[in-house]
């Protein structure tokens, strides 16, 4: 049985991410430090979920600590990684930027070197469309210069890339960054924006709706997410055999693959699509843009279906019609 060790199993894309390697006839190994920078009761619900497979087992560590990674890698020898474990928010880390650099940073490199000393196959390492920053080209692609980021959140994800580039080079370990395009789904985070909409317009409360609503996100459901990382699990890089438009390195087996629609929705229609799930309308207050935000992205997906065959595809309004009927069940409303 194939093993793959999972960081952050107990966050939002974690679990989805445990659950279809679990489906799939993987060997999991979790890690997770369980903070509270959300209702810790979710991650609770989602790791308890987990270890009701006998092929799940976790850790509840922070990644930073020395030694707990390395530890882990001796023990149970992963095949694959899948580096999700982060400080997530880009408004958080304008208040809260020595917990980014402890997790996002201190926590790569304690994975960097656990896996410089037991190699896996493939490490995949989770990255952000926020690296992207102030570009103004659209679509976003991998090939673009990322020297602009606007938040300390997405300082620290380029940050991992760079780490990461220098030990695929130095140690020859193949190495996938994938970008996320701002993913969305049930049981999720309560700070994303489909959650707090989502719970103000049950709730009958205001809606905070900034740079007056000029804004576009291109939306990536969880499951197609999921989908992608484990299609991209197979697809080890190789200097030696780039494929089409791929933005594999030079030097070292090493690549970067954007994972998102390819489609941009406009923040007003997002909160339509949830104001219909919902069946009521949204109480909208209106705010400049705040710091650190920019006021569109959009994956360029051509490389992840020239690799995988596939790219997300799950329309807004069905996927937020998943997420508002989970909201509705678990939280009783």
Request: contains cysteine.
């Amino acid at each position: 049985m194939k093993t793959a060790l999972v960081t952050g199993a107990s966050g939002f894309v974690g679990y989805f991410t445990a659950r279809a390697l679990l489906d799939t006839g993987w060997r999991v190994i979790g890690i997770d430090s369980m903070s509270d920078y959300y209702d810790v009761t979710l991650k609770e619900r989602r790791q308890a979920m987990l270890l009701d497979h006998p092929a799940y087992q976790v850790v509840n560590d922070k990644i930073e600590t020395p030694g707990t990674l390395l530890t882990l890698f001796e023990q149970h020898r992963p095949d694959i990684v899948i580096h999700l474990a982060a400080q997530a928010g880009v408004r958080h880390s304008i208040q809260m930027p020595r917990a980014y650099v402890e997790a996002n940073l201190i926590g790569t490199f304690e994975l960097l070197e656990a896996a410089r000393t037991f190699p896996p196959k493939h490490l995949l390492l989770a990255s952000s469309s926020s690296v992207y920053g102030a570009n103004t080209k659209l679509p976003y692609a991998e090939g673009d210069k990322v020297d602009t980021q606007m938040s300390f959140y997405a300082a620290t994800k380029k940050a991992t890339e760079n780490l990461a580039h220098s030990y695929a080079h130095l140690y020859k370990l193949p190495t996938t960054m994938y970008r996320f395009f701002t993913v969305y789904g049930p049981w999720g985070r309560p700070d994303m924006a489909h959650f707090k909409f989502t719970r103000a317009i049950l709730n009958g409360d205001p809606i905070d709706i900034y740079n007056h609503g000029d804004m576009k996100r291109d939306f990536t459901y969880v499951d197609d997410l999921v989908a992608s990382l484990l299609a991209l699990a197979d697809k080890v890089p190789d200097p030696e055999h780039p494929v089409a438009g791929d933005s594999i390195s030079p030097v070292a087996p090493f690549r970067v693959v954007n994972i998102g629609n390819d489609s941009p929705v406009n923040l007003l229609d997002f909160i339509k699509a949830i104001e219909t799930a919902c069946g009521r309308e949204a109480i909208k207050t209106y705010h400049p843009m705040q710091p650190g935000d920019v006021p569109a992205t959009w994956a360029d997906a051509t490389l992840l279906k020239t690799l995988t065959g596939q790219r997300p595809v799950t329309p807004i309004a069905t996927g937020i019609q998943h997420f508002v009927d989970w909201y509705r069940a678990y939280y009783n409303v």
